[in-house]
């Protein structure tokens, strides 16, 4: 069969006339490529000895299949993972017509298929290389289109989302089973405080208390060796990535902050906060993971996700109303418990002039934001994804961040 009868039918859209120019794009990179139709859309599935990388992957498969002009495919399902192993390590999912091509042509021409070979974004089997490549990327998208670059929420992500919201109210709704999924809070409400302590260099070990209920963190005294080993991991990122000064100059930001954190009592603070902190950040993850599919292996796990989610901010934001306008859930939040006095209460004291409705009305606004600064991350991780590469790049002398972009 020739090239181009082969070009014609890939662009009608033929599973295997679209893996065949695929395959003979990727052949040197080792990497092998399925496709297939199923649901009314294009499934691919690349494999290789080392898993291919995400961010590369999705690159070289927009473009290509953006070049072929599929005009009756639009949703596409793309999945990697290691030859001989039958689970894939990563998914995601493309909507074509809503991204432009990531990598602009010489003079911002698109250049057409040649003898039926791709013209593609290469995906080496080193990390280094993909890094490199996928920032290249990066640095030639169309600035004239940013909003063509934000992902947009599918019929799937808006199905997991009600499925997870309905499952939380549920759970809600049956005061046995918020009881027994309330340890969930619990925990990761004290793993923030025991992470912020070890951070600050005061060792804590989280637990539930079964005394009086909840969760208590067990703070030590501050040793200063543990912020010493926090000092030398700076060092050594600077080390690593001397070359890289984008990666520098966060650093160096990174260090001012550290450094006006530990040695002021801005630290309490944190501390103290981020028992609630977590409960949102963890909230947070849960939904990116529900509208991305990230980590994903089932499809069931994404209401999970939801679920969890919905059910940790419902039960703040519920928590938080209480505490402004229930008189009586008030005084016994006031109240503490077995001699501790609550987080947001001490926060008060220290901060609002023992204002607790301004602090609770603060937090109360940070759990009506998580979604919507989740939903931003989401909507925007590709470029946030280059962003990522571009600071771990390891660079030599000739490639620092600071050299001139090439000509075009």
Request: hydrophobic residues 45%.
């Amino acid at each position: 069969m020739g090239d181009r009868s082969l070009l014609e039918r890939a662009k009608r859209g033929e599973a295997d006339a679209i893996a065949v120019l695929m395959n003979r794009s990727l052949q040197r990179q080792g990497i092998t490529v399925q496709v297939q139709h199923q649901e009314g859309g294009l499934y691919l599935l690349l494999e290789a000895i080392q898993v291919p990388d995400r961010t590369a992957a999705l690159i070289f498969v927009q473009q290509a299949l953006t070049r072929l002009n599929l005009g009756a495919i639009d949703q596409i399902t793309v999945f990697g993972r290691r030859q001989g192993e039958k689970r894939s390590t990563w998914r995601e999912r493309l909507q074509l017509r809503s991204i432009p091509l990531m990598v602009d042509q010489p003079n911002g021409r698109q250049t057409a298929l040649a003898n039926a070979q791709l013209n593609y974004l290469p995906i080496p089997a080193e990390v280094k290389a993909n890094r490199k490549q996928t920032c290249a990327a990066a640095r030639n998208i169309d600035s004239k289109a940013p909003s063509d670059w934000v992902q947009g929420i599918t019929q799937a992500n808006w199905r997991s989302l009600a499925i997870g919201w309905v499952l939380a109210m549920l759970l809600l709704s049956s005061g046995i089973l918020t009881f027994v999924f309330y340890p969930f809070i619990t925990l990761v409400h004290e793993l923030g405080h025991a992470f912020c302590g070890w951070l600050f260099g005061y060792p804590a070990i989280p637990a539930f208390d079964f005394v009086h209920g909840g969760g208590v963190t067990s703070h030590f005294g501050r040793l200063w060796f543990l912020i010493g080993g926090i000092y030398i991991g700076f060092g050594y990122v600077y080390y690593r990535y001397r070359n890289n000064y984008l990666t520098l100059r966060c650093l160096l930001g990174g260090v001012v902050v550290y450094s006006t954190i530990i040695f002021t009592s801005i630290h309490e603070a944190i501390i103290t906060v981020m028992g609630h902190g977590f409960e949102l950040l963890f909230s947070g993850v849960f939904l990116y993971r529900t509208l991305s599919g990230e980590a994903c292996h089932y499809p069931i796990e994404r209401p999970l996700y939801a679920m969890m989610a919905f059910f940790t901010l419902t039960y703040d934001i519920r928590f938080a109303y209480g505490l402004i306008f229930d008189l009586q859930a008030r005084a016994g939040y006031l109240q503490g418990k077995g001699g501790l006095i609550h987080d947001l209460v001490i926060l008060a004291g220290q901060y609002a002039g023992g204002n607790l409705s301004a602090i609770v009305a603060g937090f109360l606004g940070c759990c009506l934001l998580t979604p919507l600064i989740t939903l931003v991350l989401y909507r925007y991780r590709v470029r946030l994804r280059c962003l990522v590469h571009r600071l771990f790049l390891v660079l030599d002398d000739s490639q620092s961040s600071h050299s001139p972009a090439p000509s075009r």
